[in-house]
């Protein structure tokens, strides 16, 4: 087993990150590259229309001769900026705090594409990559950052939020059927996501959900019901967890935040690059294992 610290990873170990354009997914595309990982930065954007830290990350990837490029993002709910500007709200209390609720609303469109692509898009890429996992001595990694992903010697990082605990759904009956890892399967996490959809179309019954942010929690939170899920499928053919990165400032959080992409990128990374026999199952508050 290698020991705390030692560098398990060489130029032939491969990092897929997805969502990679900016912010968290950017900055973890710098630090293991800076590992001397091989990555594979992806985003939804064609590579024209990348940001500009985007593109100077691959204009000296591409000057050391390590260039690879095209996935991931997030769906807003609807926010009242009149209702904001008029009563002089902080944009910062917006994400912050999480029983601020006025002026905004959940859309059923917004609310399925969030959970498209924070559920329903990392768990097809996850599966499409799982072919590609090498058994080695130290398990394979995904790294999925808000989509994003480091494929490797086999691990499987799901980034999460504080918004994906159980504890921000207000029906117990629900917080049990996705807690029961024994009894859990993708059918049980579908047909929960199916339900919370078609109480956000008929606008009814949403007492029982998330009280803010609702949709980008409960895709949270089903993706911290599919780590498990899958880290009992594989077993100890990989290991897989889930990571807060912390409170980080990004343009999610409309500029507010306690970490900087640079500080939650590296929580991100030190899951992904733990040494062997690490921990598959769990969930990282930063660098914390705590609960789900």
Known sequence: MAGEGAEWWSGETVAVVTGANRGIGLEICWQLAGKELTVIMTAR??????????QQFLQEAAEMGR???????????V????????????????????????????????????????????????KALLPLLRPTSYKPRIVNVSSSYGLSCPRIVNVSSNYGLSCHLRDEELRQQLCDTM????????????????????????EKWP?????????KIALNAYTRLLALELGDKACVNSVH????????TFGSGDFSPAEGA??????ALLPAGGPSGRNFLERKDADF
């Open 67 to 77: 260039k690879k490029v095209n996935n991931a993002g997030v769906a807003n709910p």
């Open 183 to 206: 009894g859990l399967t993708e059918q049980k996490i579908d047909g929960v996501l199916a339900m919370f959809l078609d109480d956000v179309k008929s606008e009814k019954g949403m």
């Open 266 to 271: 590296a929580n991100l990374a030190h899951v």
């Open 79 to 126: 926010i009242d900026w009149d209702f904001v500007k008029r009563n002089n709200i902080d944009t910062r209390t917006i994400v912050a705090h999480p029983t601020w609720t006025e002026g905004i609303s959940e859309k059923y469109e917004s609310a399925k594409h969030n959970i498209e692509t924070n559920f329903y898009g990392t768990k097809r890429l996850t």
């Open 45 to 54: 954007k064609p590579q024209e229309q990348l940001s500009s830290s985007a």
């Open 245 to 252: 990165p912390g409170y980080v400032t990004t343009d999610m």
């Open 211 to 219: 009280l803010k942010f609702p949709s980008y929690c409960i895709s």
